[in-house]
Nanobody
């Protein structure tokens, strides 16, 4: 049974940091791309970052470039999203998802087949 479980969300002040984890089970993580998406209240879900399964191709949304870093530990079946210099506009529910591809990763949520339940990130003073 394929499962993705996010953790690491919480309340943080502007300028602070959080590290989100996406723990995968039921499949071999190293053969798949993983994406992070977020959805703020009243807004559509948007792509944040993704990482491919092969040469570690990474993509970042312009709004998070230079502040967020995606990484993976296939031995631990986990993908991470390190978020630094957080801003109030980063407040959202963050989701990880699996894409059935090896050499690339997509910023389109339609390409992803399994999703986690999400973890809340709130950036506020």
């Amino acid at each position: 049974q394929v499962q993705l479980v996010e953790s690491g969300g919480g309340l943080v002040q502007p300028g602070g940091s959080l590290r989100l984890s996406c723990a995968a089970s039921g499949f071999a993580l190293d053969y798949y791309a993983i994406g992070w998406f977020r959805q703020a209240p009243g807004k559509e879900r948007e792509g944040v970052s993704c990482i491919s399964g092969s040469d570690r191709r990474k993509w970042y949304a312009e709004s998070v470039k230079g502040r967020f870093t995606i990484s993976r530990d296939d031995a631990e079946n986990t993908v991470y999203l390190q978020m630094n210099s957080l801003k109030p506009e980063d407040t959202a529910v963050y989701y990880c998802a699996r894409e059935d591809t090896y050499y690339s990763c997509s910023d389109s949520e339609g390409e992803y087949d399994y999703w986690g339940q999400g973890t809340q990130v709130t950036v506020s003073s």
